[in-house]
């Protein structure tokens, strides 16, 4: 059948629920559409109460709340800051708006997140170059726990402050704790394609009340408190419209939801693709003491076996196939380390991130999907990979 037979099906689009109106039409009721405004208030106590710390910034975007991060963290021009290179370009971007360099790491195999043995080199070579890292952005990869207590570790023994950067782990946990707090700053998105959304939108979180404020008055253009426009600091545009904090208000009650029903299509594929010949439903099982919220079902083709000397599929011919059944689905992230952009910044290791963007493949994981949908994407994998 052609792609045109079939009604488009998305790799993660938004889920809204009926909540969302409830706190959208009182702000446009009261008049309160611009960045300030009770939804705002609520929504950040909302992220408090759902990551398990005192303060949350209700901002533009996932990208904007690293940006502040780095800035509190004291990242300025010149700095190095530690960041995994398996990850997607917004992660980094914002070492880059600082004038500071990233020092790009590779992931080890069990989460796909950053390496604590190449990290522990990374740190050394750095230190031993007179380049103490000013920072370590830690990413938690399509919701998967990082492997914490060794980073953790070696943060402390270093005293490197972490950012952490879970705009993919809404709902994760190490140890029964939600991500998001484990670092001096902790950083959410809650764009169109996340668990939860704004539509546009991100979040940054500390238990550091003073961070806290600071990263407030940066976010509304750094205004002095006087009478008149003063400013003493570069500031930026970053606060969240009160309306669009009317639609996470409404999101944050249906999480627990949303992590049931993704964390189910993950174990639905993981079910029916078992036999499917040279694919593995990958990030399976969860390390100890880890829960994913399971944002993004993702797959691995075998490599080639040089015996048989038959050509693997790869992922592209599998995207492209399922193309053809108007099925979206995209390329595991292409390491940073690889990308023109960063093509000077310091890279240790490279060899696991890069088969892993070789080989893997997200396919369609959106928490509306019913059976229906997941059989039409396992009947499209069947029909390409035989």
């Known amino acids: 059948m052609r792609s045109q037979d079939y009604d488009r099906l998305y790799l993660s689009p938004p889920h809204l629920g009926r909540h969302e109106l409830n706190y959208v039409h009182k702000a ?42 780095l800035i509190l963290l004291g990242v300025g021009p010149g700095d ?11 992660t980094a971007n914002p070492i880059v708006y ?18 604590p043995e190449r990290l522990r080199e990374a740190i050394v070579d750095r230190i031993a170059k007179g380049r103490k890292p000013k920072a370590l952005i830690l990413v938690h990869l399509y919701g998967m726990p990082a492997k914490l207590p060794e980073i953790l570790a070696l943060a402390k023994e270093f ?64 205004k002095d408190d006087a009478p008149y ?10 606060r969240l419209s009160n309306i669009l904090a009317g639609i996470g208000r409404g999101q944050m009650e249906l999480l627990p939801e949303r992590v049931k029903r993704r964390r189910q299509i993950f ?30 079902t993702t797959v691995l083709l075998s490599s080639p076996d040089p015996e ?47 088969d892993l963007f070789a080989r893997g493949l997200c396919l369609p994981s959106g928490s509306a999907m019913g059976d229906t949908e997941l059989r039409r994407v396992k009947e499209a994998v069947r029909e390409a990979l035989g």
């Open 28 to 69: 446009i009721e009261d008049n309160w559409v611009a960045p300030a405004g009770p939804n705002i208030t609520g929504f950040e106590a909302d992220i408090c109460a759902a990551v398990g710390v005192p303060y949350a910034v209700a901002l533009t975007s996932g990208t904007a709340a690293i940006h502040l991060g």
């Open 80 to 90: 190095e800051v530690l960041c995994p290179s398996f990850t997607f370009v917004a």
């Open 98 to 115: 600082l004038g500071a360099t990233p020092v790009f790491v590779d992931s080890e195999p069990e989460t796909w997140n950053i390496c």
């Open 159 to 222: 005293d490197i402050p972490i950012l952490e950067d879970a705009a993919e782990a809404l709902g994760s946990e190490w140890q029964q704790q939600p991500l998001g707090g484990f670092g001096r700053v902790g950083v959410f998105s809650f764009n169109g394609n996340k668990i939860l959304t704004t539509s546009g939108g991100g979040a940054l979180v500390t238990y550091d009340k003073a961070l806290a404020e600071k990263a407030r008055f940066l976010a509304t253009q750094a």
């Open 229 to 238: 426009y003063q400013h003493s600091e570069t500031g930026y545009n970053y």
């Open 267 to 296: 174990d639905w594929y993981r079910e029916h693709l078992a036999a499917v010949p040279g694919l593995t439903v990958a990030l399976a099982p969860e390390p100890a003491g880890s829960r994913s919220n399971r944002w993004l």
């Open 308 to 354: 048989n000397g038959a050509p693997a599929p790869t992922p592209e011919a599998l995207r492209l196939h399922l193309e053809t059944r108007n099925i979206e689905s995209r390329p595991l992230w292409k390491p940073l380390h690889l990308q023109p952009l960063f093509a000077a910044a310091p890279m240790y290791g490279g060899a696991v991130c890069e």
